[in-house]
C-alpha cells in the first residue's frame, strides 16, 4: 500500500475543515458549488476518498479519466506544462471569460478544459528541468495512481517511467493511455481520437446509407477509452489490496475502439463476411428501427419485435399491417424494408414531431425526438436528473457543466471544486504535500521549474 493509504483521514474530518457539516462543506464559496445531490451530505465519504492520482494527461482521454476518479473523491493533482498548460486550455472559442476584478488576461477558460478537469488541482512544473523531476518523483512516491499519455518510452527520459517510479513506490497503480499501446507495429505513432475512428473501423459504419463515412459527434473512442481506464485502475486498487502490489496498465485507444464495436464485430467474426457498411439512423437486423422525417423534423421509432410494430401499427392508423404477409414478421420486414419504411415516412411526414410523441406517450414502445445540444441540456429529464450544476469559479464567476452521471444511494459524487486555473495550486502542493518553503518555491519558479 502507498503512503497515502496510511494517512487518510474520515470524510468528516476532512469536512471540518470547512464547515461543521457536510451540507456546510458542500455550500462553502471556497469549493463554489450552487447546487448538489441531497445525497452528498449524508456524511459517508466518498469511494475513493484517500486516493491520491498524480494526473500527467492532456487533451481527452487522460483528463476525463482523472475526471472520474475525482469525483469519486480521490484527490488529483495535474500536472501541466508552466506556461502552455494542458492543450485545450487553448481550444476555443468559447471561453469561460473572466471577471474584470479577477486580475487576469486573455479570453478566459476554455469550454473543452473546463469539461474534462473538475475536481483537480494544477501544478504548472517542467519536467525537463531535473528539480521538476525530482518533485515528481516525491510526488509519485506519495501518490497511489499516476496517469500518464506520452508516447512510449517518452517518459522514460525523464525517468518517470514505470519500471524507474515502481522501486519508489511498489504500490504504484501506473495507466498509460496511448493511441495505439506499448506494442505492436502502431506504438509509436501519434493517435488522435478520429484517426483511431477511422483505421479502426467505427467510421466506416457511421453515417447515411449511400453516403461517405463520417466520425461520430463526439470524441467517442477517447471517451470510452477514458471509462476503460478508471474502471481498470480501481480494479487494480482492488487487486493491490490483496497482494500489496501496484502494476502497469496498457490501455490503447486502438483497442478500446476494437471492443466497442460490440456486436457488429461478433458479427462479422461469426459470419467470416464483410460488414453491411453504413445504416445512418437504421438497424441492420431490425425494422423498423430508424428516425422518420415528421411535419416539421425527426422522430426515431424503434419496433424491435413483432408486439412493439403492432403498437407502432396501432398509433399510425394501420393496424392491418400487422397480418400483411410482407410485414408479419421482423424477418418479413428486413427484406421488404424500403417499402415499409416508405410506407412508414409517409404517415410520420403528416404531424409534427410533438403531436407524434403525444400519440406514442405510454404506449409501450421505444420513440424519441432527435434533439440538438442545448435542447439536451434543457431537456426536463436532463433537469430532473440534476444533469447540469452550476458552480462558483473564482476567475469567471457562475458556470454551468455537465454533472457527474451515476446516482448513488449513500456516496453521491460531487463537484467539489472548479476546473483549475494553470498553476492555482502549486504552492499549495508543493508546501502541504512535499513540505517546500516559500522561499524554495520562489526560487523553483525563479528558474522556470514550476509556475
Not at 180 to 186: A, D, F, K, M, N
Not at 298 to 325: E, S
Not at 374 to 395: C, F, P, W
Not at 423 to 436: K, N, R, V
Amino acid at each position: 500500500m502507498s503512503q497515502i493509504r496510511g494517512k487518510a483521514v474520515s470524510g468528516l474530518g476532512r469536512l471540518s475543515r470547512f464547515g461543521s457539516s457536510p451540507a456546510q462543506w458542500l455550500n462553502s464559496a471556497a469549493h463554489g458549488i450552487r447546487r448538489y445531490s441531497a445525497a452528498a451530505v449524508s456524511g459517508a465519504p466518498l469511494p475513493l476518498e484517500g486516493y491520491r492520482v498524480l494526473d500527467m494527461t492532456r487533451v481527452l482521454a487522460g483528463p476525463y479519466c482523472t475526471q472520474i476518479l475525482g469525483d469519486l473523491g480521490a484527490e488529483v493533482i495535474k500536472i501541466e506544462h508552466p506556461t502552455r498548460g494542458d492543450d485545450t486550455r487553448a481550444w476555443g472559442p468559447p471561453y469561460a471569460k473572466y471577471k474584470p476584478e479577477s486580475g487576469r488576461e486573455g479570453p478566459g477558460e476554455s469550454a473543452y478544459f473546463l469539461g474534462a478537469n473538475r475536481n483537480k488541482k494544477s501544478l504548472g512544473l517542467s519536467f525537463q528541468h531535473q528539480g521538476g523531476v525530482d518533485i515528481l518523483h516525491k510526488l509519485a512516491a506519495k501518490c497511489d495512481i499516476l496517469v500518464e499519455n506520452y508516447l512510449p518510452g517518452t517518459l522514460k527520459k525523464y525517468s518517470m517511467d514505470y519500471e524507474t517510479l515502481r522501486k519508489i513506490n511498489p504500490g504504484l497503480i501506473y495507466a498509460s493511455i496511448t493511441g495505439y499501446g506499448q506494442t505492436g507495429p502502431y506504438s509509436n505513432r501519434a493517435g488522435y481520437d478520429v484517426m483511431v475512428e477511422a483505421e479502426f473501423g467505427l467510421m466506416h459504419i457511421t453515417g447515411s446509407r449511400d453516403g461517405p463515412p463520417v466520425k461520430v459527434g463526439v470524441a467517442v473512442t477517447d471517451l470510452t477509452t477514458g471509462l476503460y481506464t478508471s474502471n481498470s485502475i480501481m480494479a487494480a486498487l482492488l487487486s493491490r489490496a490483496r497482494t500489496g502490489k501496484g502494476q502497469h496498465i496498457d490501455v490503447a485507444l486502438s483497442d478500446c475502439q476494437t471492443a466497442t464495436l460490440a456486436n457488429i464485430a461478433s458479427s462479422s467474426l461469426i459470419s467470416g463476411k464483410k460488414d453491411s457498411g453504413r445504416w445512418g439512423t437504421a438497424h441492420p437486423s431490425i425494422v423498423p428501427y430508424r428516425a422518420f422525417k415528421t411535419k416539421d423534423g425527426d422522430i426515431l421509432i424503434g419496433g424491435g419485435n413483432d408486439r412493439l410494430f403492432g403498437v407502432l401499427c396501432d398509433g399510425i392508423g394501420k393496424p392491418h399491417w400487422k397480418d400483411d404477409a410482407k410485414f408479419k414478421t421482423n424477418a418479413d420486414r428486413v427484406a421488404h424494408r424500403n417499402e415499409l419504411e416508405a410506407e412508414i415516412e409517409a404517415i410520420t411526414q403528416q404531424r409534427t414531431t410533438q403531436e407524434w410523441l403525444e400519440v406514442f406517450e405510454g404506449s409501450g414502445m421505444p420513440y424519441a425526438a432527435i434533439n440538438d445540444i442545448q435542447g439536451t441540456l434543457n431537456h426536463s429529464h436532463t433537469k430532473a436528473r440534476d444533469m447540469v450544476i452550476e458552480i462558483d469559479h473564482e476567475y469567471c464567476g457562475p458556470i454551468k457543466m455537465v454533472n457527474t452521471p451515476v446516482k448513488w444511494s449513500e456516496t453521491q459524487p460531487i463537484v467539489r471544486t472548479p476546473p483549475p486555473v494553470l498553476g492555482q495550486h502549486t504552492d499549495e502542493i508543493l508546501s502541504e504535500h512535499l513540505g517546500l518553503s516559500e522561499a524554495d518555491i520562489t526560487a523553483l519558479k525563479d528558474q522556470g521549474v514550476v509556475r
